[in-house]
């Protein structure tokens, strides 16, 4: 596979492409044309604020799509990928019932099934074939929506990216469900190489077969576009030949890929038009608007996004990945490019790449803001903008510009980017809606804070500048702490390095940089890049205060888990091994600590790299008075036990470290394992607290520095 010299910025354009095509059509999913066209008009441009509804969303489109491509890396980029491996993501990273899906039942949701059938141990392609399932429940749409991203892993190569969306399809989905999905990711990949609409469709219909419903309505439609030069009427004749009322089941993959192609045909290559047509004839607007954007995205790059509204102004790059790795949760499509683009370097066997000696944020991709936004207080307390440019960067090519003009005399210019869950009331709509945001912070207490910056060389004086993060407060308000002061002088550029040693706090929320002066100010600075380091530091207990944004930091993984009991943490597990999670991939050398006391349970115990579901390593009391160093990873693996004889309602003090390859655990403070795990070792990732069938019980958890 040859990578093109202008994958990455492509690769973006079509994440760009998706989110925005989501975000776009989410306010109305599942409205008819006639719905569409009497409340909303044609729609060409968000609608989000007319509908009352917040614009950045958990939506299954966008997290299924980044999440499920997770197999790749997890199982060594290994092209050869097999179904079965996708489906033990799916167990992985999905929570039941509360992540990523839309959780309709056996026989009603097609991924719900195609889930309960991979728990009951059936593996794919059998968990979504049309033999156990039936032919309704395994055409519907979601092999379609989550496959942008194995297209992305394969630019120029339409065969390979046919070929890993079929087995990833596989996994919930069967016949003309795969069918559609080959067709797009096909096209998809071709896009990268190849311009003509025509001729990529052409390589989409030569990967399905010729007898197929797919191959045949595409076909159809071609012929409606050359004859007929308006879109309506060619709407309405693939709504008569092609409709919901020819399908059965929810939302069926047949007449949702054929508006894509429709939308396609007559957007005569513009993104703005091809979006309106396709969100404005109705049905599943949501799922075929992120399609269709990715797609042109691929095709177009940034410059087809850019030419007409703003349309990326209003996304900011943000993104939401509620899932079982909580620290991926909030997101934003530079990462996500970077992910997608390292995993076809991996998959290539060529190195990954890190701009700026892999900061967090780094600006490196021309226009992207990574989720800075001006404060909303900064119009009255002074004028500033955000501008992504070329230069002022000693670390890479670009930088985000903050021009600051008559900034008032002991006045703030603030920017700031989310590190967790941004209010209590936007978490609330989305359990609403369904699709709850789990996030654990990406950034702790004891990590330390670096950071880049440049005053211009034409400011017309010192302008003082200083990091920042914002924190939940007793009561869920918004705390503020600020680093060091500094004082940047025309030209100069300066290393910030501030290592978070906060006391009581709650999860920090916004990290950002503030922007003042003595004097009414004309000016700009420019973040190089900003981004973090090292162990946390903290202890994780219920405050003792009224907030809830403390427990929302947790990701629940627990059939019943209620803070509202005498113990902070009170998990019950009904069936199978449940956890309750907190941190990021990022954290690699530290120990956890809790005490715990098991009641009622098979066992119990800590959690360290924490990668998901089914992907950790465990202390665990076990079964017959036994202590346990476990390797969860495509199951359960003991490394190493000791009968310590343990008893149920007894409390016991279990340490957990992890450095490189080396495990040590301890109980009651007296070691008993201390052993490497060279064998595909798990290198990063969050704590927990592990409940087997029954209930137990722990006050806090305790992360440190591995020492």
């Known amino acids: 596979m040859t990578i093109p010299t202008d994958y990455v910025e492509r690769v973006y354009a079509g994440v760009l492409g998706k989110l925005i095509g989501v975000y776009l059509g989410r306010p109305f999913e599942g409205w008819s044309y006639d719905l569409i066209m009497e409340q909303l008009g044609e729609?060409?441009?968000?609608?989000?604020?007319?509908?009352?509804?917040?614009?950045?969303?958990?939506?299954?489109?966008?997290?299924?799509?980044?999440?499920?491509?997770?197999?790749?890396?997890?199982?060594?980029?290994?092209?050869?990928?097999?179904?079965?491996?996708?489906?033990?993501?799916?167990?992985?990273?999905?929570?039941?019932?509360?992540?990523?899906?839309?959780?309709?039942?056996?026989?009603?949701?097609?991924?719900?099934?195609?889930?309960?059938?991979?728990?009951?141990?059936?593996?794919?392609?059998?968990?979504?074939?049309?033999?156990?399932?039936?032919?309704?429940?395994?055409?519907?749409?979601?092999?379609?929506?989550?496959?942008?991203?194995?297209?992305?892993?394969?630019?120029?190569?339409?065969?390979?990216?046919?070929?890993?969306?079929?087995?990833?399809a596989s996994v919930s989905h069967d016949g003309e469900a795969i069918y559609g999905a080959q067709v797009l990711a096909a096209m998809e990949a071709q896009a990268f190489v190849e311009s003509d609409i025509d001729k990529l469709i052409d390589v989409g219909l030569s990967v399905i077969p010729n007898h197929s419903i797919i191959y045949q309505m595409i076909n159809e439609i071609r012929g409606w576009h050359a004859a007929e030069p308006d879109w309506r009427a060619a709407r309405e004749k693939l709504a008569?030949?092609?409709?919901?009322?020819?399908?059965?089941?929810?939302?069926?993959?047949?007449?949702?890929?054929?508006?894509?192609?429709?939308?396609?045909?007559?957007?005569?290559?513009?993104?703005?038009?091809?979006?309106?047509?396709?969100?404005?004839?109705?049905?599943?607007?949501?799922?075929?608007?992120?399609?269709?954007?990715?797609?042109?995205?691929i095709k177009n790059g940034l410059a087809g996004i850019d030419t007409g509204p703003d349309w990326r102004g209003p996304v900011a790059d943000r993104a939401y990945l509620p899932t079982a790795d909580g620290g991926r949760a909030i997101n934003d499509a530079v990462t996500l490019?970077?992910?997608?683009?390292?995993t076809a370097r991996g998959m290539a066997g060529e190195a990954p790449l890190a701009p700026k000696n892999g900061a967090r944020f780094h600006f490196e991709l021309p226009g992207s803001v990574q989720g800075f936004q001006l404060e909303d207080s900064v119009i009255a307390k002074g004028t500033a903008r955000l501008e992504n440019v070329a230069g002022n960067s000693q670390k890479g090519e670009r930088s985000l510009a903050i021009h600051c003009h008559r900034l008032a005399p002991g006045r703030a210019a603030r920017i700031?980017?989310?590190?967790?869950?941004?209010?209590?009331?936007?978490?609330?709509?989305?359990?609403?809606?369904?699709?709850?945001?789990?996030?654990?912070?990406?950034?702790?207490?004891?990590?330390?804070?670096?950071?880049?910056?440049?005053?211009?060389?034409?400011?017309?004086?010192?302008?003082?500048?200083?990091?920042?993060?914002?924190?939940?407060?007793?009561?869920?308000?918004?705390?503020?702490?600020?680093?060091?002061?500094?004082?940047?002088?025309?030209?100069?550029?300066?290393?910030f390095s501030w290592p978070l040693d906060l006391s009581e706090i709650g999860p920090i929320v916004t990290v950002g940089v503030e922007i003042s002066s003595g004097r009414a100010a004309n000016g700009s600075v420019?973040?190089?890049?900003?981004?973090?380091?090292?162990?946390?530091?903290?202890?994780?207990?219920?405050?003792?205060?009224?907030?809830?944004?403390?427990?929302?930091?947790?990701?629940?993984?627990?059939?019943?888990?209620?803070?509202r009991f005498h113990e902070a943490f009170r998990l019950m597990q009904n069936e199978g091994c449940g956890l309750l999670m907190q941190g990021t991939r990022e954290w690699t050398d530290y120990k956890v600590e809790s005490v715990i006391t098991p009641h009622m349970v098979k066992s119990s115990g800590i959690g360290?790299?924490?990668?998901?579901?089914?992907?950790?390593?465990?202390?665990?009391?076990?079964?017959?008075?036994?202590?346990?160093?476990?390797?969860?990873?495509?199951?359960?693996?003991?490394?190493?036990?000791?009968?310590?004889?343990?008893?149920?309602?007894?409390?016991?003090?279990?340490?957990?470290?992890?450095?490189?390859?080396?495990?040590?655990?301890?109980?009651?403070?007296?070691?008993?394992?201390?052993?490497?795990?060279?064998?595909?070792?798990?290198?990063?990732?969050?704590?927990?607290?592990?409940?087997?069938?029954?209930?137990?019980?722990?006050?806090?958890?305790?992360?440190?520095?591995?020492?």
Not at 63 to 87: C, E, K, M, V
Not at 249 to 269: E, F, K, Q
Not at 526 to 555: C, S
């Open 416 to 495: 700031a980017t989310p590190t967790f869950i941004p209010s209590k009331e936007v978490v609330d709509y989305f359990e609403k809606r369904g699709y709850t945001l789990f996030a654990s912070p990406t950034l702790y207490n004891g990590q330390t804070i670096r950071a880049g910056l440049t005053a211009d060389a034409g400011n017309g004086q010192p302008l003082t500048t200083a990091l920042y993060v914002d924190t939940y407060g007793r009561s869920d308000e918004i705390v503020t702490s600020r680093g060091p002061e500094i004082e940047l002088v025309p030209g100069a550029y300066h290393e």
């Open 337 to 342: 490019t970077y992910e997608v683009v390292n």
């Open 608 to 707: 360290a790299r924490v990668q998901g579901m089914r992907r950790y390593y465990g202390l665990m009391l076990a079964p017959e008075g036994k202590a346990q160093l476990v390797k969860a990873l495509d199951g359960v693996t003991v490394l190493a036990e000791k009968d310590i004889g343990w008893r149920l309602r007894s409390s016991y003090d279990l340490r957990l470290q992890v450095t490189g390859t080396r495990l040590q655990g301890w109980v009651d403070g007296r070691q008993l394992f201390d052993l490497h795990d060279e064998d595909r070792p798990l290198e990063g990732g969050a704590v927990a607290l592990i409940c087997e069938e029954g209930r137990m019980a722990a006050e806090q958890v305790t992360v440190k520095p591995a020492g």
């Open 43 to 168: 729609i060409n441009y968000y609608v989000h604020e007319k509908l009352g509804v917040p614009l950045i969303v958990t939506d299954d489109d966008i997290s299924g799509t980044f999440s499920f491509l997770r197999a790749l890396p997890d199982y060594g980029h290994n092209p050869d990928i097999t179904p079965a491996q996708i489906g033990q993501t799916w167990l992985n990273y999905l929570i039941e019932e509360r992540t990523v899906l839309w959780w309709g039942g056996l026989g009603n949701s097609t991924e719900h099934t195609a889930y309960l059938r991979l728990k009951k141990g059936i593996q794919a392609p059998a968990s979504g074939s049309i033999a156990l399932n039936s032919k309704v429940v395994a055409e519907q749409i979601g092999a379609q929506i989550f496959i942008d991203g194995w297209a992305m892993v394969a630019p120029g190569d339409p065969e390979l990216a046919a070929n890993l969306a079929r087995r990833a």
């Open 240 to 297: 008569g030949s092609y409709g919901y009322d020819k399908y059965g089941g929810n939302c069926h993959m047949v007449p949702n890929h054929g508006l894509i192609i429709h939308s396609l045909l007559y957007g005569d290559d513009d993104f703005q038009k091809s979006l309106m047509i396709v969100n404005t004839s109705g049905w599943d607007t949501d799922c075929n608007s992120g399609n269709l954007g990715c797609l042109l995205g």
């Open 526 to 563: 420019y973040l190089d890049y900003l981004t973090w380091e090292g162990a946390p530091d903290i202890v994780l207990q219920r405050p003792d205060y009224h907030g809830t944004m403390w427990r929302r930091a947790w990701i629940n993984g627990i059939d019943e888990y209620n803070p």
